[in-house]
């Protein structure tokens, strides 16, 4: 349950908390917040002293049917704020929310530490063999298709089981390869219908199976705010009440858009199991 992120450890045997910043002007929720690189860069160090162990940045929309980027385009939205991060707050530990191996390649460069792929290597054949080179923990997620496409593919024979072939796979290939850091995280609201995000969450123990630490990413997603017929902004109570199932359930990291409050999460959830 420890991952090496250049030479430091980080501990999962206790839960930890990722914080999202989406560099995008059309994510679900927080799209088009942060205007300029100061803005990034006040929410960043805001989220540290709530208590944030690990910023996620993210310049490609991966909500359902986001419009597709360059990899230019990408590279361009996060490189400025990255270089600013790792200047400002050089011991934080950095992943960056990337398909594309060139991104990833131009992120590790300037200074982060672990790459998040939606795909698990799907959407580009050299990430893998980028990973094994750099030997930087990585975060592989379940979804089938594209953003774009993936409403589409909801069909699964069983939900669970089908989802822990795919990475029993995904885990052997990355293992040959070289990879060591392996990280996995099922993928709420990526090719899974509300219902479908239920079951997952409600069997997430399944996963630990895997012997791989499991990150789960449900902040303030349809599946709360369609539940609770409310949107993304009025979705913080709904999200703290899944991250305590999903905690209670095997969850290592859990990424947020709100760290304080997924913080005081973790310290209940630490308590209920001391106890």
Known sequence: MTINC????????????????????????DGGKFKNDKEALEQVEK?????MDILDIGAYSSRPGADHISEEEELKRQSSVLQQITKEFPDLIISIDTFRSEVAKASIDQGAHIINDISAGNLDAN???????????????????????????????????????????????????GINDLLIDPGFGFAKTIDQNFE???HL??????????LSGISRKSTIYKTLNIDAKEALNGTTALNMVALM????????HDVLEAKQCITLYQKLIEN
């Open 6 to 29: 250049k030479g430091r450890l980080l501990d999962l045997s206790t839960p930890k908390v990722m914080g999202v910043l989406n560099l995008t002007p059309d994510s679900f929720y």
């Open 47 to 51: 989220n540290i002293q709530d208590g």
């Open 127 to 177: 990430m893998m063999d980028f990973i094994a080179d750099s030997q930087v923990p990585y975060i592989m997620m379940h979804m089938r298709g594209t953003p774009q496409t993936m409403k589409s593919m909801t069909s699964y024979k069983h939900l669970v089981t089908d989802i822990i072939s795919y990475f029993s796979k995904k885990v052997l290939e990355a293992r040959a390869k």
């Open 200 to 202: 997952l969450l409600n």
């Open 205 to 214: 123990k399944a996963l630990k199976s895997l012997n791989l630490p499991i």
């Open 249 to 256: 359930n095997g969850s290592s990291i859990l990424r947020v």
